[in-house]
């Protein structure tokens, strides 16, 4: 159960990055089931913060996840991710939006393991290759945030990267580990689990 202190502390950080609240505002205007603003845009700020960079230093991209699975042809994903292009005209970042219900279609490919399908996009967010990546945050039509944090926000406010060993490979976590480490190097980073 994440506090409401936590929340308030988190909120406060993101919202220093401008980028991140324009991203929440234009996905939010496209309508998308299930979606939230995830990955490292989120607990990159955190750590921009915590550690007395600017906001969006390190900040590769902003992925934006929804759920669809009423058509899981590559080319309804595309109507949305062109329309998002649209959203996104104008803005100094890179978002990347993909529908979670397709995952299983092309993560084997991607990360020579295969993926069960997903059954929402909590479900996706779980499966991250770290439980401090397991984050998302989208503005409910009411305007208030809604946050997902199976984990807690612990790790992430203390620059504590676990590993999560449901679905993606050692080296995925060890490679975006070693990435991150060398942009934060105030990160704890906690070994892989041996068998």
């Known amino acids: 159960m994440i506090g409401r202190l936590e929340l308030d502390d988190l909120r406060s950080s993101l919202s220093r990055n401008e980028t991140l609240l324009s991203v929440l505002e234009r996905t939010a205007s496209l309508r998308?089931?299930?979606?939230?603003?995830t990955a490292g845009c989120l607990f990159q700020t955190v750590w921009n913060v915590v550690t007395d960079r600017p906001p969006t230093a390190g900040?590769?991209?902003?992925?934006?996840?929804?759920?669809?699975?009423?058509?899981?042809?590559?080319?309804?994903?595309?109507?949305?991710?062109?329309?998002?292009?649209q959203a996104f005209a104008g803005l100094a970042a890179d978002v990347?939006?993909?529908n979670e219900a397709r995952v299983h279609l092309w993560y084997e490919q991607k990360f020579g393991v295969a993926c069960p399908p997903y059954d929402s996009t909590e479900a996706a967010i779980d499966s991250f290759a770290a439980t401090t990546c397991?984050?998302?945050?989208?503005?409910?039509?009411?305007?208030?945030?809604?946050?997902?944090?199976?984990?807690?926000?612990?790790?992430?406010?203390?620059?504590?990267?676990?590993?999560?060993?449901?679905?993606?490979?050692?080296?995925?976590?060890?490679?975006?580990?070693?990435?991150?480490?060398?942009?934060?190097?105030?990160?704890?980073?906690l070994p892989w689990p041996i068998d």
């Open 32 to 37: 998308l089931p299930g979606w939230y603003l």
């Open 134 to 189: 397991c984050l998302g945050v989208r503005l409910e039509p009411s305007g208030e945030w809604r946050v997902y944090a199976p984990h807690g926000l612990t790790d992430v406010f203390n620059l504590v990267l676990r590993p999560n060993p449901v679905l993606a490979p050692r080296s995925v976590y060890e490679t975006k580990a070693a990435r991150w480490r060398e942009q934060w190097p105030e990160l704890t980073v």
């Open 96 to 98: 990347e939006i993909r």
């Open 59 to 85: 900040i590769k991209d902003y992925d934006v996840f929804y759920f669809d699975d009423s058509d899981l042809s590559w080319e309804a994903e595309d109507r949305v991710i062109k329309a998002a292009e």
